[in-house]
């Protein structure tokens, strides 16, 4: 009995002992849950109806610690945003953003991607995507943004006009305080003057015009 026990034994400790040093590793090793981001925290709107998107929308103001935003904020000129819904369940949202720049202004043509999540999309880049999620909008006089690219989150207040309530306002603040981006890093855009354009296509993506 005792022979018997001292070769069961044997046969163990060998086997521990040629047992691949990966597998034993694998089995002690435990995986990280993916890392949340400061945007997976957002609430999208739910069941977003895109068709009622459509159209222009005014930029009113930006939240962001952005650095280039921290020096030259004074530069800041107004901004519109054009929306094309999807014509399919894969086609993306089209985005004309046309701005103002020495003078001139630019339309630039991007194309959000939809995701499996209603009121996400992302933004694909050359070094890194960025993740965007509409949070906020009623359809008619605004819609609150969120854009992150790496760890840094930038807000956009867009409205269907001009001119924004001091709640809507107010609210905007307050929302950009949850991402620890104080009053100080809020800049309101320019109001809008009246633009003659002429576009010239480039490579489908820019468009060149003139301020009257």
Not at 5 to 19: I, N, Q, R, S
Not at 69 to 89: A, D, K
Not at 114 to 143: C, M, Q
Not at 165 to 188: G, T
């Amino acid at each position: 009995m005792q022979a018997l026990w001292l070769f069961v034994t044997v046969l163990t400790v060998l086997g521990l002992l040629l047992e691949p040093m990966g597998a034993t590793r694998g089995r002690g090793r435990r995986r990280n849950p993916p890392k949340e981001r400061p945007i997976d925290k957002i609430h999208a709107v739910q069941n977003l109806n895109m068709d009622q998107l459509k159209g222009k929308w005014f930029l009113i103001s930006v939240a962001s610690k952005c650095q280039y935003l921290r020096e030259n904020n004074f530069r800041v000129e107004s901004t519109t945003m054009t929306l094309t819904p999807p014509t399919s369940p894969n086609s993306p949202l089209i985005v004309d953003t046309l701005r103002k720049l020495n003078q001139q202004c630019w339309n630039i043509k991007q194309e959000y991607e939809l995701t499996n999540t209603s009121g996400r999309f992302v933004l694909k880049g050359h070094s890194k995507d960025i993740d965007i999620v509409l949070a906020e909008t009623d359809y008619n006089s605004y819609a609150i943004l969120y854009y992150q690219k790496g760890d840094q989150i930038t807000m956009k207040l867009y409205g269907g006009s001009t001119k924004l309530p001091d709640s809507i306002m107010d609210k905007f603040e307050q929302l950009a305080e949850k991402q620890n981006i104080n009053i100080d890093h809020v800049y309101p855009f320019p109001k809008y003057g009246r633009l003659l354009v002429f576009m010239l296509k480039t490579h489908n993506q820019k468009y060149f015009c003139y301020k009257q």
